[in-house]
């Protein structure tokens, strides 16, 4: 949930009679999720974690706050204790009373701009003049879901829409999300970490920046309420964790600004899925560290970007290619010879030194990695001995300031330049990794805008 709140509630321990007036805050912007109320609610010291509290707030809604660190907020004198218990998890909609009661079947998920990137919309609107008249005809029709499948979570696109009340103004949202079900029971985090997080990082890799999850909301067969028609309902528990969010939130984007869309690649969704927690298992240091300078660039320095985009084609490469300048055999076989004549002193040393001698340097990952790159990114980067010799002796005095390779390194201007074709260039080898066509790549990140900058470095 992106939107923040507050609530006042009474709150208390499970097995426990104390009952405690506090107010509940999640402010995501803010990274804020915490309960403050008066008074403690164990005896004991003044820092305590606490498995378990649960609340009923003053517009009815039960919550549990899971894996709380509670500690003494204030004590002042004359005057109230004060504490503050920041949970990992909340639940809004039910009180549970124990950890294993915390399983669920069911789940949906949707994250900011979720519709942008499915590609597909309910609306069908027809214009027509006649006779000096102007006829508007706005029409909806659920569009036909995608079905897909994680391990054994059956997920499948879905779409809401909002109707306005009756009034001069007309104001229909259309929200689309995904809906996961699975046979067996699993609990919160196996949901986020499995389906959520799978998909989510896949459309972090296709829009190009950081996607805050909207919502969760998740569903157990055994809690709900049984009404007087006798059909059993369950009850949709919403989930709220501090994730870090970044404001502002990013901008939506156009259909054509995308390397696809979910419909686009619906008869194929199966195979690409399977292909990205391939993908994901096997570059997962890469992928991960690629993530985080997406979503970081405002933070980071110009040089730091860099760096990290370095360290990203250098770690895919390392874990793609096993390929080295000699057979590992004889390249042993020749270090054990080198160890031989070495001082017993030095041997350990010399050796750590040379531990690593027979891998490929970044230099010859570079070009290796150029060869795999779509055409039009090719054309970016223009001359690859030049681009490959720039990146490296940049690298080399970033990390380790030698003066005399300084005046090869490139200019703030020339590495932001670099930077924005590295970024395309981790984008586009994962891309291929997990099966998109080499035509689409080539036609949709082959075209980005490499920024000019004026340099303000002394000359």
């Not at 999720?33 to 005896?43: D, H, N, Q, V």
């Not at 701009?113 to 909806?140: A, C, P, Q, R, T």
């Amino acid at each position: 949930m992106l939107e923040p709140f507050e609530t006042m509630g009474q709150w208390w321990i499970p097995g426990s009679k104390d009952v405690f007036s506090g107010t509940f805050r999640y402010i995501p912007q803010e990274e804020v999720l915490e309960l403050k109320f008066i008074g403690k609610l164990e005896k004991g010291p003044i820092i305590k974690n606490i498995k378990i509290i649960n609340g009923l707030t003053v517009g009815g809604q039960y919550m549990t706050l899971l894996n709380c660190f509670a500690y003494m907020d204030s004590l002042r004198a004359p005057g109230y204790i004060t504490t503050k218990a920041i949970p990992q998890f909340v639940f809004v909609g039910f009180c549970f009373k124990t950890i294993e009661e915390i399983t669920f079947n069911k789940a949906t998920y949707s994250c900011y701009n979720n519709e942008d990137f499915m590609g597909e919309s309910g609306f069908k609107s027809e214009h027509i003049i006649k006779d000096n008249k102007v006829e508007y005809d706005l029409s909806y029709k659920y569009p036909e879901p995608i079905n897909f499948k994680i391990e054994d979570f059956d997920i499948s696109t879905t779409w809401q829409i909002t109707w306005p009340s009756i009034g001069p103004e007309i104001d229909i949202q259309e929200k689309a999300g995904f809906a996961i079900k699975s046979s067996k029971c699993h609990t919160h985090i196996e949901f986020l970490n499995t389906p959520i997080t799978r998909v989510n990082t896949l459309l972090e890799i296709i829009i190009g920046e950081r996607v805050p999850i909207r919502e969760v909301t998740l569903i157990s067969e055994k809690i709900g309420r049984t009404f007087n028609d006798g059909e059993f309902y369950t009850q949709p528990i919403s989930l709220l964790w501090n994730q870090t969010i970044s404001y502002p939130l990013p901008k939506r984007k156009a259909p054509f600004e995308l390397v696809f869309s979910f419909y686009e690649i619906k008869n194929e969704i199966n195979n690409i899925i399977q292909k990205w927690h391939e993908t994901h298992q096997r570059y997962k240091s890469a992928i991960g560290l690629f993530l985080t300078v997406q979503r970081m660039r405002r933070e980071l320095s110009v040089e730091q970007t860099f760096l990290n985009l370095c360290r990203v084609l250098e770690v895919y490469h390392r874990l793609k290619s096993s390929e080295t300048y000699i057979e590992p055999e004889k390249y042993e076989h020749l270090l054990e010879n080198i160890i031989g004549v070495v001082p017993k002193e030095h041997k350990k040393y010399i050796r750590q030194r040379l531990q690593y001698g027979n891998e490929l340097t970044l230099r010859k990952r570079l070009k290796m990695i150029y060869d795999l790159l779509p055409q039009k990114i090719q054309e970016k980067i223009e001359n690859k001995d030049i681009f490959c010799e720039k990146v490296v002796n940049s690298r080399n005095y970033l990390t380790h300031f030698d003066e005399n390779i300084k005046p090869l390194k490139l200019s703030s201007d020339e590495m932001l330049k670099y930077g924005t074709i590295m970024i395309n260039m981790c984008k586009a080898l994962f891309l291929l990794e997990i099966g998109i066509p080499y035509e689409k790549i080539n036609q949709k990140l082959g075209d980005f805008y490499i920024p000019e900058t004026i340099s303000f470095e002394e000359k």
